[in-house]
């Protein structure tokens, strides 16, 4: 392990590389410690047999060595965006579909038969698993984001009927989706690997080694969003503020966003499926919100062993009238 400022005793670091962990969720409890006191950390990366590696864990450091890949060169042998060697198809399958889509409205439409047929597959009042029955013929990393979706909903029933009162609302869909991708976020950490020397968080790193960026450690960083584990679906929308500006001494309003997640990655590492998985899950959403009943929890979801991958084996749902 390098000796050098940043590492913590692999006791505090350790789970965050066994696979173990993640079939009770990414644990935000011990990332959140770590944000605070080491957002820069050695993992040894042995309970996971993969090589050591820095992981980066705080939202701006992330968003930075994403924006400068003449630094963080993403890995030769890393898939797109941290896809699983079962997802190949991901790229090809985003390249194919967006093709056909000249403008964000015709993407919508396009959309919306596909994900009522999908839905169609959930006969009321029957257990069905989302991800073997529902969503079993779309790439794991665009399913995952669905079920993902999906689970957000069914763990939030007053939001959901919230959502269902306001459906008409296309900004307030808009926002749920992006609270949706950073709420549950498939890609918990993606590979790079260090062209030159830099300092990252107060850790001087070193030309060769390797670093893991916690897409889903920067998106619950409370310095950016605020109570992160909460979901929020309005956490995206424009909110008018005052600009104090004004040459006459008047207040202005504008608008003013919530900073991006990093779902997707950030710059030239955007994800090339990003457009995809949103458009999939808004349309998805439209369905769910339009079908008279709602989607319910059928039984207790079982979560992937996977340090990288933030997806189900399992997510039992039932639809009732």
Partial sequence: MPQRRGALPISDAE?????????????????????GRTPVVWLDGRLADRPGAWA???Y???????????????????LPHGQSSGDDDLEEYSIAALDGMSSSEPA????????????DRMPDDAAVDFVTDIACDLPETLR????????????HPVQYERLRERRSDNELLDSTVEEMLRWWTPITQ??????????????????????????????YDDAVFPEPTLFLPDRFRSVPVSDRRSR???HRQREQRVRPHLCFGYGDSMCLGARLARTHLRALLIALLDRPGWVRPAGEPVLVRSSSRHGFEQLPVRWTG
């Fill in 15 to 35: 789970v965050l590389g066994c696979p173990d962990t993640y079939a009770h969720g990414v644990p935000h409890d011990r990332l959140e410690r770590l944000r």
């Fill in 56 to 58: 980066v864990l705080r």
């Fill in 60 to 78: 701006e450091d992330v968003r930075h060595a994403l924006a400068h890949p003449e630094l963080f060169s993403p890995d030769d042998d890393s």
């Fill in 108 to 119: 919508r439409s396009d959309m919306e038969s596909p994900a009522k047929a999908m839905l």
């Fill in 144 to 155: 995952d984001a669905l079920a993902g979706g999906v689970h957000a909903l069914v763990r």
């Fill in 190 to 219: 993606v590979w790079h690997t260090m062209r030159r020397g830099t300092v990252i968080g107060g850790v001087p790193l070193l030309a060769g080694e390797r670093v893991t960026l916690w897409l889903a450690s920067a998106n």
């Fill in 248 to 250: 006459f001494g008047r």
